[in-house]
């Protein structure tokens, strides 16, 4: 019989884990409902017209498809069907109801939006909405890259207020700050990329410059100009390219020298007055009285790899020298995504969290705290007979009190009982006994300290949560 496994690219969680991401979870959803946004969930499965089509070409291969069911052919027409079908399947990138009319979601923004259009009668716009659920890619697993992992996004739809842009630069860094993971937000936008594509008088290649400039940081500079003269850049849009991404000096400055060189490009103004504005409310609203954002940068190169976003994008990294992580949040503004499912002009944006990377940074830099870890805070010892009884009356009153407390469940031999304290971590035993029964009291034992004494059972509570 082979060993027991999981699927690639996938884990369990032990209860230790689940804690520490609880908390993570705990952190974000206190600080949603504090910035007005409101939970929903939506089927782990979608129709998988919803979703193709949606992500770009390299996201549609990433989609993790489901076979549907009762595929055995019941005629000889419907088997030669089976099998045309099969024969393009593995051929290309394609799909037929035939075989697979669904799929596992790719992320939570898409299925938001066909909430929205479905849902538009029964919304009060502008509709705030935080989601925390798991996705799936059929991705080459690696250090913080799944198969399964969670994203958590909140949203706001029907209103083009870069206010709304502020607000979640704001969540970014107000979670960030609870969970003690210093990050750098990196802030640009697509019109600033499109701007940049009309500077090298190739407007149509601006997703081609994206996607070389987006590797900036992994290939530098000669990496992306070697790609994009691959991708038919010419020389003179090269040397644009480099010119703007050669621009330093703080965020102001930039946006500046930003300003000069796109002044006759309006869909570049435009940008930079977006993003200028976006940062402005940020420091309203963070009160900033310095004028300069501390862990916000305006970086030209940012590009989002999703073909939806139209207006600011962000993305955000973790900023500690000795944690190498890729991006643990982004997102941006798009315009028209519901227009995708037949709802034109309701602009949206929103941001995600990778918390399966924010929980593999935080595990790195050990900032989870301490308390986590503990559960169980007392066990009682099961010396059966009226003892048990006893045993029971006493973890009632426990419980009762908010202490986590459990009865060893069977009468097994007392070394057996304390080795299952030990190995949980439980902090203290408790010894209902003869002597501790007839008395009305139990004995306490701090396994830290070793100390033991009996007491009464309000004295316990007492002890138990000094």
Request: aromatic residues 8%; glycine residues 8%; charged residues 25%.
């Amino acid at each position: 019989m082979s060993k027991p496994s999981i699927p690639q690219g996938t884990r369990d969680f032990s209860p230790a884990e689940v804690r520490k991401r609880q908390y993570i979870f705990n952190t974000l959803q206190k600080i949603f409902e504090l910035y007005g946004f409101q939970p929903l969930e939506t089927p782990s499965m979608e129709n998988l017209t919803t979703l193709t089509g949606k992500y770009g070409e390299e996201g549609d291969r990433l989609i993790f498809k489901i076979l549907n069911n009762g595929l055995n052919a019941q005629t000889d027409d419907t088997k030669k069907k089976m099998n045309d079908e099969w024969e393009k399947i593995l051929s290309k990138s394609y799909s037929t109801p035939v075989i697979t009319e669904r799929a596992l979601r790719y992320d939570l923004t898409i299925p938001f939006a066909r909430y929205v259009v479905m849902h538009q009668n029964e919304l009060a716009f502008p509709f705030r909405r935080y989601q925390m659920q798991p996705v799936w890619r059929a991705d080459r697993p690696q250090k913080g890259r799944y198969r399964e992992f969670w994203q958590c996004d909140a949203d706001v739809v029907g209103s083009t207020s870069l206010i709304n842009e502020a607000e979640l630069l704001c969540i970014y860094q107000q979670a960030f700050e609870q969970l003690k993971v210093p990050v750098m937000i990196k802030v640009n936008s697509r019109k600033l990329l499109a701007a940049l594509a009309e500077l090298c008088c190739m407007p149509e290649k601006m997703m081609d410059i994206t996607i070389a400039m987006d590797k900036l940081d992994r290939i530098g500079w000669i990496g992306v100009a070697k790609e994009l003269q691959e991708r038919g850049i010419a020389d003179d849009g090269i040397w644009q390219i480099e010119r703007v991404i050669n621009v330093k000096g703080n965020n102001d400055e930039k946006l500046a020298a930003y300003a000069e060189i796109m002044q006759h490009s309006q869909t570049g103004m435009q940008g930079i007055n977006e993003v200028s504005k976006t940062l402005a409310y940020n420091r309203e609203l963070r009160n900033n009285a310095d004028g300069q954002e501390l862990n916000i940068e305006v970086d030209i190169s940012l590009a989002r790899g999703l073909n939806y976003y139209t207006g600011v994008i962000v993305e955000v990294v973790c900023n500690h020298p000795e944690v190498k992580m890729g991006s643990i949040g982004g997102g941006g503004r798009y315009d028209d995504l519901t227009g995708l499912f037949g709802l034109k002009g309701l602009s949206g944006v929103g941001v995600s969290f990778g918390i399966d990377r924010i929980y593999d940074v935080m595990e790195e830099m050990n900032v989870f705290p301490e308390q986590l870890a503990e559960g169980t805070q007392a066990l009682l010892i099961n010396f059966g007979g009226e003892n048990e009884t006893y045993a029971l009356h006493i973890l009632q009153a426990l419980r009762a009190a908010g202490i986590a407390a459990e009865l060893y469940p069977d009468t097994a031999k007392f070394d057996k009982q304390m080795k299952y304290a030990n190995k949980r971590g439980i902090a203290y035993v408790l010894l209902p006994g003869d002597e501790e029964r007839e008395k009305g009291m139990v004995s306490v034992k701090n396994f830290s300290t070793g100390e033991q004494k009996m007491v009464t059972v309000p004295e316990c509570i007492s002890v138990m949560k000094s």
